[in-house]
């Protein structure tokens, strides 16, 4: 079965300074990996997706992340964080099967930004 | 907005009660997922529906219950209502198209609230 391990609960970092959250996954076959961002009181929204080809990806609101297979990892990152950057971030591994991918969700990254 | 409809945005009901959680897809999507989001057990995969037929299950309680209608929107049925099912419950669609990846979109959110 697959599994999500975010290892950070809580992030504080200050306003214009570098952000990276890490996710590692289990997954026996090549994973489909995706970062999404909740606001208090939100739904679920996408910021970025792996599926194949280039290890690197870009997202939204200034979002990128790399898959590195050797290392199980999604990390996402970011240059210059901005106030309304602060959110929960989950990293999430699509089981394919049967027509169905479902989606593993880790517990979640809590991310404080300080002006 | 990510197309991804749910009513009611809260629900607050009493134990042994029964409710139901509306969904309806993005135009086009065909497949539906229900997750539920808690504080102790995170976001857990309940169940999926593709053209009207259940296509997965996750860790869905018997007590839970759902089906997609010919006009694809979905409904989640939750009866026998205890404290621990107090949670905010996503829907999310994807189009699942045949031999491809599958991105999945989600709604707002029903927050349940037992007492």
């Known amino acids: 079965a697959q599994s999500v391990t975010q290892p950070d609960i809580h992030i504080t970092v200050s306003e214009g300074a570098s952000l990276e959250l890490r996710c590692n996954y289990s997954?026996?076959?090549?994973?489909?990996l995706f970062w999404y961002v909740q606001s208090p009181g939100q739904g679920l929204q996408l910021l970025l997706k792996?599926?194949?080809?280039?290890?690197l990806v870009q997202g939204i609101k200034g979002f990128e992340a790399e898959f590195k297979r050797s290392q199980s990892s999604f990390n996402l990152r970011k240059p210059s964080v901005h106030w309304s950057d602060a959110a929960e971030y989950f990293c999430?591994?699509?089981?394919?099967?049967?027509?169905?991918?479902?989606?593993?969700f880790g517990k979640g990254t809590k991310l404080s930004v300080i002006p | 907005d990510s197309g991804v409809t749910q009513t009611p945005k809260h629900l607050i009901t009493a134990t042994g009660q029964r409710v139901t959680l509306r969904c309806s897809p993005r135009s086009g999507d065909l497949s539906v997922y229900w997750y539920q989001q808690s504080l102790d057990q995170g976001l857990q995969f309940l169940i999926q529906?593709?053209?009207?037929?259940?296509?997965a299950k996750g860790n869905i309680l018997e007590r839970f219950s759902a089906q997609q209608f010919p006009d694809l929107h979905s409904e989640l049925n939750l009866s026998s209502l205890e404290l621990g099912d107090s949670a905010l419950y996503f829907c999310a669609s994807s189009p699942l198209r045949r031999g491809g990846t599958d991105t999945q979109y989600f709604g707002p959110g029903t927050r349940l609230t037992v007492l």
């Open positions: 999430a591994v699509g089981a394919s099967g049967a027509g169905s991918y479902q989606l593993t």
């Open positions: 529906y593709y053209n009207g037929e259940e296509r």
């Open positions: 997954y026996g076959a090549t994973p489909y």
């Open positions: 792996y599926f194949s080809g280039d290890t």
